[in-house]
């Protein structure tokens, strides 16, 4: 079964690279670890960080990993006392000018030049002569913070704007020593996936203006989740503060508290990109919504809503559900499970709202809804009749105003205050943070998240209310 | 943000772009940068955006390739800018004395112009004049074989 | 006059133009050529020749010429005038003299490789010798020897001067390309190499002006004659140009091999004022300099440089008096380099801007033996491990000074003055 691969060496390994593949993608996909700060997979190739330098038999000079193309026989050594040098002068070259800013550093924890410093750096610079200075805390644009101080010139982000979001937004100017990196039109870092170059920054340089001193990343803790801003439903990771890490002071609720949204990397979805709408998740996620359920306007226990919402629903002639874009699968199952003949639509909690990027060649959908195709493949695609004289609506998701006709509706509400959607009853429901489950984007792609924190106390799970009206 | 170039200037960016084959558009950069320059002694951001919109390419490029060319500069200068070499020949061959010359006698530092607009004084490195060092350029002419009195001359037969 | 290729007769006020190249017999290798030679016959008759690249590198022209496939459909050529390498100012004289050589040698070599659009890249500072090449390609086209059909042999070849503006990396041929293409010079990390993908992806030469303007010559006496020229392995004449610390600075077309002890003492007529010689640089500021014992026995060419323990390069000698302040010297380079750094990889960017950071502080009286350790240490973290050749040539002044005038250094460090009196100058 083999298509024409190539065998080389890398200490002592022999392994098979694919045809076109480098040194450093076959070392990768063996799990040997070559440094390197500018090579990205997604990237073109850049070769001018120096430090995925490797030894070759036959060949005099260090080779850059990156850029070397597998040939048959080839006989690589990355322990050797050659590399290690060139690796720690890398490193030493890099401490001549680069803050040693850990202390005060976002970045710190989750740095690459941090981390390759502990693995192969020199135990101290020998560097004599003052760091040049450069901006601090300079504004790129109106979400990410550039420190050309610590930035290491590795043309990342620059590659970014130009092969992944075609915004063409940043540069690198100056020459030499004094070059570093500027938007095209200063402080105005005008793009939607701006804060991906947070993400591929090998060092502080480019940080998120949001996150910017909110918490040390080792008392944090991804969870997986999806982004919900759209029918692409890209993976990311919500950050929250660890079990152990709690803290234990009076008067904060840091334990419900999501400190920042960043990409999680799934080559089926979103590779490893995410718009900012998706960055924005956390803050999307902590509008202010409704806590307690109301009944005719007034505040209620579960228990009187839920009797209420049953009572209108059994006397209604002509009742509907309307199922919200934003429901599970797993929730939407439930649903399934209980309907009897009531008549079903889907709706389309959220459209684009002015200013928004609709639809592009990258992320985002122009379907704001992370889970319309989950509804769909249950319930078809009609959307609501206003003149099939529905008097009870069963309202799910988030609603702008009241469904059209209605003389009652019940709300199980994901977010939205009752002076903006006044209903006969509003229960409000779970969001997609507080229990696990699954959509299925666009393509059909099923995509998992997981629980990131306990829902508040007067807040419901939809199938769990659901399963109560039904009995 | 732009600014609109003269048609005057916009027709001799037509003529260089005649000059390359079509495919060849991002080739149109740095004639077109030489071509505001000589034209107005500077190049300025707004001017590198402009040109970018001409050849319809980011602007982003551009304005890289106007920061990092060492020819090019951004603000206006004298109107003679006076380029002395202060490379290896040159050296050997009395450019330091060269440049204290032209300090004492424009009363002004390197990368300083005089008060009348009239000069600008810098160091620059190797003109390919090693074999007539010490060499200057005095806007685009070359001078060669330098001492007190061959400067005295040049400066004084400026118009 | 004593040249071959080059010197072959006086300058005067009209020797650079078209009828006075005509006359003393140009442009009859490209007749010949592109009567009697199929390109590929014209490659081989380059190769043949065993001519080496001029630009520095050295590289054979014929060989560099075979690495381009003959398939492919678009080939570019483009002629290096980027002349910047401290101590040259051959290409220069070639422009300036006998434009229409050059001219030549472009349509040969685009002929051979099958050329359409040619680029002549030279500098942005260049005044005299821009002039001189746009005007004969005017002539050149007039006379039909440049454009469409050239000289009715269905071949058509278009010449295109483009400026740089003020950067030595382009000098060095995958920079140029990038800034030919308007971008920053930063120079590319090969493979590809620009035979196989360079100017806009398309396989391209990039050759120096003295190695294009020695093909006209190659095509009209013969690769033999030529290959019978000074040494074997590296024939021909090459335009040695002395500076610095001589009598008669200038150029003066020679053998290979030719003593390099005899161009300084006879043709530049020796050290200035009557001093003493002390060192020499031989092919250019990134070479490594050599001490005036070391040359006595030293022939120009690459075999014997590198048994000197360094270059050719590209032929540029730079010649320095007794009583020269070796430190302050270097940092002259140190500056230069600094100051050309393209700032794309690390140890070129952050090395260069930190060996002349230390030299400064050396020259101020501010210096430390730990300093001198890591003046002697970096050029070797350098040097290999950069993108293109500037990290080397910035390292080997550094370290070829420091071991050969390294009780330089340590007086600096620790007087805090020069063992001169810090002129560079007589």
Same mark, same amino acid.
């Given at each position: 079964?083999?298509?024409?691969?190539?065998?080389?060496?890398?200490?002592?390994?022999?392994?098979?690279?694919?045809?076109?593949?480098?040194?450093?993608?076959?070392?990768?996909?063996?799990?040997?670890?070559?440094?390197?700060?500018?090579?990205?997979?997604?990237?073109?190739?850049?070769?001018?960080?120096?430090?995925?330098?490797?030894?070759?038999?036959?060949?005099?000079?260090?080779?850059?990993?990156?850029?070397?193309?597998?040939?048959?026989?080839?006989?690589?050594?990355?322990?050797?006392?050659?590399?290690?040098?060139?690796?720690?002068?890398?490193?030493?070259?890099?401490?001549?000018?680069h803050p040693v800013d850990c202390g005060i550093c976002d970045k710190a924890g989750e740095c690459?030049l941090q981390?390759?410093?502990?693995?192969?750096?020199?135990?101290?610079?020998?560097?004599?002569?003052?760091?040049?200075?450069?901006?601090k805390?300079?504004?790129?644009?109106?979400?990410?913070?550039?420190d050309?101080e610590r930035?290491?010139?590795?043309?990342?982000?620059?590659?970014?704007?130009?092969?992944?979001?075609?915004?063409?937004?940043?540069?690198?100017?100056?020459?030499?020593?004094?070059?570093?990196?500027?938007?095209?039109?200063?402080?105005?870092?005008?793009?939607?996936?701006?804060?991906?170059?947070?993400?591929?920054?090998?060092t502080g340089a480019?940080l998120?203006?949001?996150?910017l001193y909110?918490?040390r990343?080792?008392?944090?803790?991804?969870?997986?989740?999806?982004?919900?801003?759209?029918?692409?439903?890209?993976?990311?990771?919500?950050?929250?503060?660890?079990?152990?890490?709690?803290?234990?002071?009076?008067?904060?609720?840091?334990?419900?508290?999501?400190?920042?949204?960043?990409?999680?990397?799934?080559?089926?979805?979103?590779?490893?990109?995410?718009?900012?709408?998706?960055?924005?998740?956390?803050?999307?996620?902590?509008?202010?919504?409704?806590?307690?359920?109301?009944?005719?306007?007034?505040?209620?226990?579960?228990?009187?809503?839920?009797?209420?919402?049953?009572?209108?629903?059994?006397?209604?002639?002509?009742?509907?559900?309307?199922?919200?874009?934003?429901?599970?699968?797993?929730?939407?199952?439930?649903?399934?499970?209980?309907?009897?003949?009531?008549?079903?639509?889907?709706?389309?909690?959220?459209?684009?709202?002015?200013?928004?990027?609709?639809?592009?060649?990258?992320?985002?959908?122009?379907?704001?809804?992370?889970?319309?195709?989950?509804?769909?493949?249950?319930?078809?695609?009609?959307?609501?009749?206003?003149?099939?004289?529905?008097?009870?609506?069963?309202?799910?998701?988030?609603?702008?105003?009241?469904?059209?006709?209605?003389?009652?509706?019940?709300?199980?509400?994901?977010?939205?205050?009752?002076?903006?959607?006044?209903?006969?009853?509003?229960?409000?429901?779970?969001?997609?943070?507080?229990?696990?489950?699954?959509?299925?984007?666009?393509?059909?792609?099923?995509?998992?998240?997981?629980?990131?924190?306990?829902?508040?106390?007067?807040?419901?799970?939809?199938?769990?209310?659901?399963?109560?009206?039904?009995? | 943000?732009?600014?609109?170039?003269?048609?005057?200037?916009?027709?001799?960016?037509?003529?260089?772009?005649?000059?390359?084959?079509?495919?060849?558009?991002?080739?149109?950069?740095?004639?077109?940068?030489?071509?505001?320059?000589?034209?107005?002694?500077?190049?300025?951001?707004?001017?590198?955006?402009?040109?970018?919109?001409?050849? /319809?390419?980011?602007?982003?490029?551009?304005?890289?390739?106007?920061?990092?060319?060492?020819?090019?500069?951004?603000?206006?200068?004298?109107?003679?800018?006076?380029?002395?070499? +202060?490379?290896?020949?040159?050296?050997? +061959? /009395?450019?330091?004395?060269?440049?204290?010359?032209?300090?004492?006698?424009?009363?002004?530092?390197?990368?300083?112009?005089?008060?009348? /607009?009239?000069?600008?004084? +810098?160091?620059?490195?190797?003109?390919?004049?090693? /074999?007539?060092?010490?060499?200057?350029?005095?806007?685009?002419?070359?001078?060669?074989?330098?001492?007190?009195?061959?400067?005295?001359?040049?400066?004084?037969?400026?118009? | 006059?004593?040249?071959?290729?080059?010197?072959?007769?006086?300058?005067?006020?009209?020797?650079?133009?078209?009828?006075?190249?005509?006359?003393?017999?140009?442009?009859?290798?490209?007749?010949?050529?592109?009567?009697?030679?199929?390109?590929?016959?014209?490659?081989?008759?380059?190769?043949?020749?065993?001519?080496?690249?001029?630009?520095?590198?050295?590289?054979?022209?014929?060989?560099?010429?075979?690495?381009?496939?003959?398939?492919?459909?678009?080939?570019?050529?483009?002629?290096?005038?980027?002349?910047?390498?401290?101590?040259?100012?051959?290409?220069?004289?070639?422009?300036?003299?006998?434009?229409?050589?050059?001219?030549?040698?472009?349509?040969?070599?685009?002929?051979?490789?099958?050329?359409?659009?040619?680029?002549?890249?030279?500098?942005?500072?260049?005044?005299?010798?821009?002039?001189?090449?746009?005007?004969?390609?005017?002539?050149?086209?007039?006379?039909?020897?440049?454009?469409?059909?050239?000289?009715?042999?269905?071949?058509?070849?278009?010449?295109?001067?483009?400026?740089?503006?003020?950067?030595?990396?382009?000098?060095?041929?995958?920079?140029?390309?990038?800034?030919?293409?308007?971008?920053?010079?930063?120079?590319?990390?090969?493979?590809?190499?620009?035979?196989?993908?360079?100017?806009?992806?398309?396989?391209?030469?990039?050759?120096?002006?003295?190695?294009?303007?020695?093909?006209?010559?190659?095509?009209?006496?013969?690769?033999?004659?030529?290959?019978?020229?000074?040494?074997?392995?590296?024939?021909?004449?090459?335009?040695?140009?002395?500076?610095?610390?001589?009598?008669?600075?200038?150029?003066?077309?020679?053998?290979?091999?030719?003593?390099?002890?005899?161009?300084?003492?006879?043709?530049?007529?020796?050290?200035?004022?009557?001093?003493?010689?002390?060192?020499?640089?031989?092919?250019?500021?990134?070479?490594?300099?050599?001490?005036?014992?070391?040359?006595?026995?030293?022939?120009?060419?690459?075999?014997?440089?590198?048994?000197?323990?360094?270059?050719?390069?590209?032929?540029?000698?730079?010649?320095?008096?007794?009583?020269?302040?070796?430190?302050?010297?270097?940092?002259?380079?140190?500056?230069?380099?600094?100051?050309?750094?393209?700032?794309?990889?690390?140890?070129?960017?952050?090395?260069?801007?930190?060996?002349?950071?230390?030299?400064?502080?050396?020259?101020?009286?501010?210096?430390?033996?730990?300093?001198?350790?890591?003046?002697?240490?970096?050029?070797?973290?350098?040097?290999?491990?950069?993108?293109?050749?500037?990290?080397?040539?910035?390292?080997?002044?550094?370290?070829?000074?420091?071991?050969?005038?390294?009780?330089?250094?340590?007086?600096?460090?620790?007087?805090?003055?020069?063992?001169?009196?810090?002129?560079?100058?007589?």
């Open positions: 079964m083999s298509t024409s691969t190539i065998k080389v060496t890398i200490d002592q390994h022999e392994i098979e690279a694919r045809p076109g593949e480098t040194v450093l993608q076959v070392a990768r996909r063996h799990g040997i670890d070559i440094p390197h700060f500018c090579y990205h997979d997604k990237l073109s190739i850049s070769g001018n960080c120096r430090i995925c330098l490797v030894k070759v038999n036959g060949l005099p000079k260090l080779q850059p990993a990156c850029n070397l193309g597998c040939a048959p026989n080839m006989v690589i050594e990355t322990a050797v006392e050659q590399v290690q040098q060139a690796r720690e002068n890398v490193l030493q070259f890099l401490l001549v000018n690459r981390d390759y410093q502990h693995l192969y750096g020199p135990k101290q610079s020998i560097a004599r002569d003052p760091k040049h200075h450069k901006r805390l300079y504004d790129l644009g109106p979400r990410i913070t550039l050309n930035c290491i010139l590795c043309s990342r982000c620059v590659r970014f704007t130009r092969e992944i979001s075609g915004s063409n937004a940043l540069g690198i100017v100056e020459r030499g020593n004094h070059s570093y990196v500027e938007a095209e039109v200063p402080g105005r870092f005008d793009d939607p996936y701006s804060d991906n170059v947070t993400e591929i920054c090998p480019l998120s203006k949001d996150f909110k918490c990343v080792w008392f944090l803790q991804p969870v997986r989740s999806v982004c919900t801003g759209c029918a692409r439903g890209c993976s990311i990771k919500v950050w929250r503060r660890s079990a152990v890490r709690q803290q234990h002071m009076p008067g904060t609720d840091s334990a419900h508290v999501a400190y920042r949204t960043t990409v999680f990397e799934n080559a089926e979805i979103n590779g490893p990109w995410l718009c900012n709408k998706g960055y924005d998740q956390h803050k999307w996620m902590a509008r202010e919504r409704l806590l307690e359920p109301l009944v005719r306007g007034r505040a209620g226990t579960v228990a009187e809503a839920l009797a209420e919402a049953k009572r209108l629903l059994e006397s209604a002639r002509n009742p509907a559900v309307l199922v919200s874009s934003h429901a599970s699968n797993e929730e939407l199952d439930v649903l399934q499970s209980l309907l009897g003949g009531v008549a079903v639509y889907v709706h389309r909690d959220w459209l684009p709202v002015e200013g928004e990027v609709v639809e592009d060649h990258l992320l985002i959908r122009a379907d704001k809804n992370p889970n319309r195709a989950g509804v769909v493949a249950r319930f078809g695609e009609r959307e609501f009749d206003a003149t099939a004289g529905h008097d009870v609506v069963l309202a799910w998701g988030e609603f702008a105003g009241a469904p059209p006709g209605a003389a009652h509706w019940i709300h199980l509400s994901l977010f939205g205050t009752p002076a903006e959607v006044p209903a006969t009853v509003v229960i409000p429901v779970s969001n997609t943070w507080e229990r696990r489950g699954t959509f299925t984007n666009f393509e059909g792609k099923l995509n998992a998240f997981e629980q990131v924190f306990e829902r508040p106390a007067g807040v419901q799970h939809a199938a769990d209310v659901l399963r109560s009206l039904a009995s | 943000m732009s600014t609109p170039f003269p048609s005057a200037l916009l027709e001799q960016f037509d003529a260089i772009r005649r000059r390359y084959p079509p495919e060849m558009k991002t080739s149109l950069v740095l004639p077109l940068l030489h071509c505001v320059q000589d034209a107005q002694g500077h190049v300025t951001e707004a001017d590198a955006v402009t040109i970018a919109g001409y050849i /319809g390419m980011p602007a982003i490029q551009v304005v890289e390739a106007l920061t990092w060319y060492s020819m090019f500069d951004r603000e206006p200068q004298g109107r003679y800018v006076i380029k002395v070499c +202060r490379n290896i020949a040159c050296s050997l +061959r /009395g450019s330091e004395r060269v440049v204290a010359h032209l300090q004492k006698k424009l009363g002004i530092g390197v990368g300083e112009t005089t008060a009348d /607009g009239r000069f600008t004084l +810098r160091t620059v490195e190797c003109l390919a004049s090693c /074999g007539t060092a010490p060499a200057m350029q005095v806007n685009r002419t070359y001078h060669e074989q330098l001492d007190e009195a061959k400067l005295d001359r040049i400066l004084e037969a400026l118009p | 006059m004593n040249g071959t290729v080059f010197q072959t007769f006086p300058i005067t006020a009209t020797s650079h133009t078209l009828g006075e190249y005509r006359a003393r017999g140009g442009y009859a290798g490209l007749g010949q050529a592109l009567r009697e030679w199929t390109p590929a016959q014209v490659g081989e008759r380059a190769k043949a020749s065993g001519l080496q690249g001029r630009g520095g590198a050295g590289f054979m022209t014929g060989l560099k010429w075979e690495f381009v496939s003959k398939d492919a459909p678009v080939v570019y050529l483009c002629c290096n005038i980027d002349e910047g390498e401290p101590g040259t100012f051959k290409d220069r004289w070639i422009l300036e003299h006998s434009p229409h050589q050059l001219i030549e040698g472009m349509l040969i070599a685009s002929y051979a490789l099958r050329v359409r659009h040619a680029f002549a890249y030279i500098r942005g500072e260049f005044d005299l010798p821009l002039r001189r090449l746009e005007a004969a390609l005017q002539e050149a086209y007039a006379a039909g020897l440049v454009g469409e059909n050239i000289l009715g042999s269905g071949f058509s070849c278009d010449i295109v001067v483009h400026r740089g503006a003020g950067a030595y990396v382009c000098g060095e041929e995958s920079s140029l390309i990038n800034s030919l293409e308007g971008k920053k010079g930063f120079p590319r990390n090969k493979p590809p190499f620009p035979a196989v993908r360079g100017l806009y992806q398309k396989p391209t030469v990039v050759n120096n002006v003295e190695t294009l303007a020695t093909v006209p010559w190659i095509m009209v006496h013969g690769p033999e004659a030529y290959a019978a020229i000074g040494v074997k392995k590296s024939p021909g004449t090459r335009l040695f140009g002395v500076s610095g610390h001589v009598e008669r600075p200038g150029l003066f077309e020679r053998p290979t091999g030719y003593p390099l002890a005899q161009l300084i003492h006879e043709d530049a007529g020796g050290i200035l004022g009557g001093r003493k010689l002390k060192a020499v640089i031989p092919g250019g500021s990134s070479t490594p300099i050599l001490t005036a014992a070391e040359i006595e026995t030293v022939t120009l060419d690459p075999e014997s440089m590198t048994r000197a323990g360094s270059m050719v390069g590209s032929g540029a000698v730079i010649v320095i008096a007794e009583g020269t302040c070796m430190v302050r010297l270097l940092q002259v380079l140190s500056r230069f380099y600094a100051h050309e750094s393209c700032g794309q990889c690390t140890p070129c960017r952050e090395g260069t801007d930190w060996m002349n950071r230390i030299l400064e502080r050396v020259i101020a009286g501010q210096g430390t033996p730990a300093d001198l350790a890591t003046l002697r240490r970096l050029p070797t973290g350098i040097q290999g491990n950069t993108v293109c050749a500037l990290g080397d040539a910035a390292s080997m002044p550094v370290a070829s000074f420091m071991k050969k005038f390294g009780e330089e250094f340590e007086h600096y460090v620790t007087h805090g003055r020069s063992v001169h009196d810090g002129r560079l100058a007589p």
